[in-house]
């Protein structure tokens, strides 16, 4: 498995480049790089019956935002 972030854990090009090339290790580091962004977009506060408040991740969002983001990186020109 190649390494494509840096010391200070910021995103390469390098990696990217490699994404938009195919290399699917490389789309997997961009995931999990933007991971908690996603989540955090992703976040919802639900109620109960009773009225309790309820944090949850909304995973079919979740899921559509990555794709969104797979397709953004492998159309760019």
Not at 18 to 24: L, P, Q, Y
Not at 57 to 76: N, P, Q, S, V
């Amino acid at each position: 498995m190649t390494n494509y972030r840096r010391k200070n854990d910021d995103l390469s090009i390098t990696a990217v480049r490699a994404a938009r090339k195919g290399d699917g290790e490389a789309m997997k580091e961009i995931l999990c790089y933007y991971e908690g962004y996603i989540n955090r977009l992703c976040t919802r506060k639900l109620y109960d019956k009773h009225g309790n408040p309820c944090i949850c991740l909304d995973e079919f969002m979740k899921r559509r935002l990555e794709r969104r983001l797979i397709y953004i990186i492998a159309t760019a020109e």
